[in-house]
C-alpha cells in the first residue's frame, strides 16, 4: 500500500502556509498531464465530430467580422485608421490574437459548470479540466494562423523573420486569459451570471480595442486604449510579425508583468477555494 | 497516524445552505476569505444553514468493509464525498491513509459522440489511472464491461446498460487502497449485479478497506463487517450490522424503507390497502411465528370505483427485500365479478417455511390482465424465528423438512 496519508480538515491549505501553495500547485499540474490532455482531446474531437466543417469553424467568426469591417469601411462608415499593411492580413492576425484570449477564456470560465455532475461527484484536478477547456483557443489560433499564411501568400508579402518569436510573445496574453479563466470558473460556479455576462461583455470588449482598426489617435477610446493591457498584448506580436519591431514595448512589458500577477494570484486563489466550489455548483 | 487504519474520520461536520441565494452569498464570502488567507469560521452556522453531516466519528482498519446506511437525506453521500476529498469537513478532521478509489458516479466524463474507446481513456484519467495502467489494462476493461464490437461505436448509441457497464468496468479497474462504493450497484441487470458484487467482495478478500453506502438491508448484512446508521446528519448507531439495520428500520419504519427499496409502484391507488392483520391459524393475532407455523393474512381494502375482474396477489417479503413467495387469484382460477367500496380478502398460508428474520406482507390489487396495479402497499409486519440462528451475514432462506439419511463411515 502506497503511503499517502491525506487530511481535510476546514482551512486546510492555509495551515500549511503560503509557500508550499506552489510547490502544491506545481506538482499537481504537472502529475495531472496526462488527464489535462485527455480532457483536452475529449472537448476537441468532441466539438467538431458530428459537424460537417468540423475545425474550419474556426475561421467563420474572424472571416465575418473582418468582413463586416471591410464593407462599413467601404461604406465610409468607418475608418480603420492608418494601416501600412494590407488591412486584411492586419484584421485576421488581430482576430487571431483576441480569438485566442476571448475564446479561451469564455471556454474556461464555463468548465466548471459545464461538468457540474463529475466536480461533485469525483475528486480530480479542477485545474486540469480549466486549463484543458482553454486549450480549444490555441486550436483554433493555430488554424486561424494557417488562413494568416494564406493571405500572406496572396498579397506576396513575407512575414518578418520575428514571427518565429510569436509562440513566446503569445505567453503573456495565454497567462492573463488562464488566470481569469480559473476565478471566473469559480465563481461562476457559485452565480451563473458570470457565463452570461461574460459572453456578451468580450464582445463588446472586442470593439473597445484596438483590434479590428488601429490605435486611435484622440477621444475617449484614446485614453482607455492607453490603459487597455489588451491592446498592448494584441498589437505587440501583431506588429512584430508586421513589421518586426514592436513600438510600444514598454507598455507590451508592463502589461506581461501584470498578466504574469494576475495568473500567479487567480492560480492560488483557485487553489486555495476549488473545494468550496464542489459544495456550491 | 496507526498504519493499521485506512481512514480516520475525528469529529467530521458538514453544514449546507437551504437558500441558493443565501448560499451564493456565503459561497463568495467563503471563496473571499479562504484566498486572503483568513479562517472561514466554518464551524458557526449561519443563517439558513444546517448540519448536512453533524459530528460523526469512527475509523476503519484494513481490510475491514464499512456500511452506511440511514433514510434518504440522513447525509450519507456528503459523508462519502467528505472521505473522498470532493469537499472538506467545516469541522473536525478526516485522515485517510492511502490511494482512494470511488464508485460513486460510473461513466463520468463519458462523452456521447465519442466512442467506447476514446471515453475508456477519458474516464480513466479523470479517475487518476495513469496511461500505462490504462494501456495494460485496456483489454480486461472492455472484458469486464462485455461489450463487444460496441467499444468502437459512439456513446450515444449504447443502451443505458452498456454505457453503465463499461463506466463500472473502468471505475473497478482503479485499484486503489481503499474504496468508497455509492449506490451504483443499484444500476444495471441482475447478471451485472453479481459481477459488480463479485468485483468488490474480490477486493473484499484482498483487504481493500471499504465504505459502502446501500439502501439494500442485505447487501449490507452481508458484506459490512461494521455499520454506521445516520439520521439527519448525526450518527446514530456503529456497529454490527444487525443491529445496526434494526437501529434503522426503527428510525424509517419498516415499511417505508421496505417500498423504497423496492420502489414499489402504488398505481392508480383507486384502491387502497387499509388494513392487514396477521393471525395464526386458530385465528389469534399474533406477530412472532415459528418457521414451521403457518399464518392467515387478513386484508382489508377501499375501492374508490366500482372494478371489474380484479386480481388479488399477495407476497411475503423479507426485510432487506427479498421477495420470498407470492400467489394470486388469477393463479386459482378465481373470478372475481367487481368489487367496490369495502371490501377485505383473507389467505391461509400452511407454513411459512421461511427462516429468522423480519417479514412484511406485499399486496397488489391488479386489472383482470395484470399489466397495471390499481393499488398496492407492503404492510403487516411479523417476526419469525427458526431453528437456523440468525446469524446476521448470511441466514439462508429458507427452512425445509429434511433428514439425514445415511451417514456412512469408510
Avoid at chain 1, 475529449?42 to 471591410?70: C, E, H, N
Avoid at chain 1, 474556461?108 to 486549450?135: C, E, H, Q, R, T
Avoid at chain 2, 460513486?104 to 484519467?125: D, K, M, Q, S
Avoid at chain 2, 456497529?239 to 445496526?244: H, K
Wanted: charged share 20%; proline share 3%; with cysteine.
Amino acid at each position: 500500500m502506497s503511503n499517502i496519508i491525506k487530511t481535510y480538515e476546514p482551512d486546510n491549505s492555509l495551515k500549511k502556509g503560503y509557500l508550499s501553495i506552489f510547490k502544491e500547485i506545481f506538482s499537481e499540474i504537472r502529475k495531472n498531464r496526462w488527464l489535462t490532455y485527455q480532457l483536452f482531446k475529449r472537448d476537441f474531437f468532441a466539438m467538431y465530430k458530428q459537424s460537417f466543417f468540423g475545425v474550419f469553424w474556426a475561421l467563420i467568426i474572424p472571416l465575418v467580422s473582418v468582413g463586416t469591417f471591410i464593407i462599413l469601411n467601404q461604406s465610409g462608415i468607418f475608418t480603420f485608421g492608418d494601416i501600412e499593411v494590407p488591412y486584411p492580413i492586419y484584421a485576421v492576425l488581430g482576430m487571431a490574437f483576441w480569438q485566442l484570449f476571448s475564446t479561451g477564456l469564455i471556454a474556461s470560465s464555463n468548465s466548471l459548470v459545464k461538468a457540474g455532475s463529475m466536480v461533485v461527484k469525483i475528486n480530480f484536478s479542477k485545474k486540469s479540466l480549466v486549463i484543458a477547456s482553454s486549450g480549444q483557443s490555441i486550436i483554433s489560433f493555430l488554424i486561424q494562423f494557417v488562413l494568416v499564411g494564406i493571405l500572406f501568400a496572396c498579397y506576396k508579402i513575407v512575414p518578418n523573420i520575428a514571427i518565429l518569436l510569436t509562440p513566446i510573445t503569445l505567453i503573456p496574453i495565454i497567462l492573463l486569459m488562464l488566470g481569469l479563466g480559473f476565478i471566473l470558473s469559480l465563481l461562476n460556479g457559485v452565480f451563473r451570471d458570470i457565463g452570461n455576462a461574460l459572453s456578451m461583455l468580450i464582445t463588446f470588449l472586442m470593439f473597445l480595442t484596438p483590434v479590428l482598426y488601429s490605435k486611435p489617435t484622440g477621444g475617449i477610446l484614446a485614453s482607455i486604449t492607453k490603459y487597455n493591457l489588451l491592446y498592448y498584448l494584441v498589437s505587440a506580436p501583431r506588429e512584430l510579425i508586421l513589421m518586426g519591431k514592436v513600438s510600444e514595448w514598454k507598455g507590451f512589458i508592463v502589461s506581461s508583468i501584470i498578466s504574469i500577477i494576475i495568473f500567479i494570484i487567480c492560480l492560488i486563489i483557485f487553489h486555495l477555494t476549488e473545494t468550496r466550489v464542489a459544495e456550491r455548483i | 497516524m496507526n498504519d493499521d487504519i485506512a481512514i480516520r474520520v475525528e469529529k467530521a461536520s458538514k453544514k449546507y445552505c437551504k437558500l441558493l441565494k443565501r448560499s451564493m452569498l456565503y459561497g463568495v464570502r467563503d471563496i473571499g476569505r479562504n484566498a486572503l488567507g483568513m479562517s472561514s469560521h466554518s464551524n458557526k452556522l449561519r443563517k439558513g444553514e444546517f448540519w448536512a453531516v453533524d459530528d460523526v466519528s469512527f475509523e476503519l482498519k484494513k481490510g475491514e468493509t464499512l456500511g452506511i446506511i440511514g433514510p434518504n437525506g440522513s447525509g450519507k453521500t456528503t459523508l462519502l464525498k467528505m472521505l473522498n476529498g470532493i469537499f472538506w469537513p467545516d469541522k473536525g478532521k478526516i485522515t485517510i491513509n492511502g490511494k482512494v478509489g470511488a464508485l460513486i458516479e460510473v461513466g463520468a466524463g463519458f462523452h456521447p459522440l465519442l466512442t467506447g474507446r476514446e471515453n475508456v481513456y477519458v474516464n480513466a484519467a479523470i479517475l487518476g489511472m495513469t496511461k500505462k495502467e490504462v494501456d495494460e489494462k485496456f483489454d480486461s476493461i472492455v472484458g469486464f464491461a462485455d461489450i463487444g464490437d460496441f467499444i468502437d461505436v459512439p456513446v450515444k448509441y449504447y443502451s443505458s446498460g452498456m454505457f453503465v457497464r463499461l463506466g463500472f468496468a473502468v471505475a473497478v479497474h482503479c485499484e486503489p487502497d481503499i474504496l468508497l462504493v455509492d449506490e451504483v450497484l443499484a444500476v444495471g441487470d441482475y447478471k451485472f449485479q453479481q459481477k459488480a458484487f463479485s468485483r468488490i467482495e474480490n477486493y473484499k478478500q484482498k483487504r481493500i478497506p471499504t465504505v459502502l453506502v446501500s439502501h439494500n438491508l442485505h447487501t449490507i448484512r452481508f458484506m459490512c463487517d461494521k455499520v454506521v446508521v445516520l439520521n439527519k446528519g448525526k450518527m446514530k448507531f456503529i456497529g454490527d450490522a444487525s443491529r445496526a439495520v434494526q437501529t434503522y428500520q426503527a428510525l424509517a419504519g419498516e415499511e417505508i424503507s421496505i417500498r423504497e427499496q423496492f420502489g414499489l409502484n402504488k398505481g392508480s391507488n383507486l384502491v387502497k390497502i387499509k388494513k392487514v392483520e396477521i393471525f395464526d391459524l386458530n385465528g389469534k393475532k399474533r406477530k412472532v411465528f415459528h418457521s414451521n407455523e403457518g399464518i392467515i393474512v387478513n386484508v382489508e381494502y377501499f375501492a374508490e370505483i366500482k372494478i371489474e375482474n380484479p386480481i388479488f396477489q399477495f407476497g411475503i417479503l423479507r426485510d432487506d427485500g427479498l421477495p420470498c413467495y407470492s400467489g394470486n387469484t388469477a393463479m386459482k382460477d378465481i373470478k372475481i365479478k367487481s368489487i367496490e367500496g369495502k371490501g377485505s380478502f383473507k389467505v391461509k398460508i400452511h407454513r411459512l417455511y421461511v427462516n429468522s428474520g423480519d417479514y412484511v406482507v406485499g399486496v397488489i390489487v391488479f386489472n383482470k390482465t395484470m399489466t397495471a396495479p390499481y393499488g398496492a402497499d407492503v404492510m403487516g409486519d411479523f417476526v419469525v424465528v427458526s431453528d437456523y440462528p440468525r446469524t446476521g451475514k448470511s441466514c439462508p432462506a429458507f427452512s425445509v423438512d429434511y433428514e439425514w439419511m445415511e451417514i456412512s463411515n469408510g
